[in-house]
């Protein structure tokens, strides 16, 4: 079983609706979790970092952690079709220790 | 503008042929990592350093060399490069390990045939 699992997808929505992208995990000693977002043909680039439980919201976009059932989301409100991409999961013990990343999930917004 | 910057973006070669891919950051950072990604497995880390003259391997070193010799650069080494090796290879940068908010190069998608 891998540390941290993410769904491939693709999971395709139509533009305005509402998407839930999930992460779920094994080792209870994460502490900072990160979502990044990759663009075809590009590198990842960081988009929400949260430490420990809780909510942390940045325009249309909100990642949530609930780390009693081990499992991250990232909520994308009013979905663009410029908001299809790739994206990752990623999550370490400590501020300083390797991030351990998912495998990502290839969202489709069709306009 | 801040960027990591690597090269080549393409490269088709055949098994053994050894070849280097650059990474180069300019901005000052510390820590570089190299990854592959492969369709299912997601990013895989083959090497990292945390500062200059300082490597250590990632989860996927075997075929694999890198070095250190000045802060902005860290090439990513394959000194007899097979089949098995043909990935999407990332070099990142960041002041740090961890969940500081690593800034990715574009990529080397290499095919070894």
């Known amino acids: 079983q891998k540390e941290v699992e993410q769904d491939p997808g693709p999971l395709s929505v139509p533009e305005g609706a509402i998407v839930s992208l999930n992460c779920t995990y094994s080792?209870?000693?994460?502490?900072?979790f990160m979502w990044y977002r990759q663009y075809s043909r590009k590198g990842p680039e960081l988009l929400m970092y949260t430490y420990s439980s809780g909510n942390k919201e940045d325009g249309r976009f909100t990642a949530q952690v609930d780390k009693s059932s081990k499992y991250i989301s990232l909520f994308i409100r009013d979905s663009q079709p410029s908001d299809s991409a790739t994206y990752l999961c990623?999550?370490?013990?400590?501020?300083?220790?390797?991030?351990?990343w998912g495998a990502g999930t290839k969202l489709i917004i069709k306009p | 503008e801040a960027q990591v910057t690597q090269n080549p973006r393409y490269l088709i070669t055949v098994t053994g042929k050894k070849l280097t891919v650059t990474c180069s950051q300019n901005m000052n950072h510390e820590y570089m990592s190299w990854y592959r990604q492969d369709p299912g497995l997601g990013l895989r880390q083959i090497y990292y350093?945390?500062?200059?003259?300082?490597?250590d391997k990632g989860d996927v070193p075997e075929g694999y060399k890198v070095s250190r010799k000045e802060k902005r650069n860290f090439p990513l080494i394959l000194e007899s490069p097979s089949p098995n090796q043909t990935s999407l290879y990332f070099c990142?940068?960041?002041?740090?390990?961890?969940?500081?908010?690593?800034?990715f190069g574009s990529g080397t998608r290499l095919t070894v045939v």
């Open positions: 990142a940068s960041s002041f740090r390990q961890g969940a500081s908010g690593y800034t």
């Open positions: 080792n209870s000693a994460f502490q900072y």
């Open positions: 350093s945390m500062n200059v003259e300082v490597t």
């Open positions: 990623a999550m370490s013990a400590q501020s300083n220790y390797q991030l351990i």
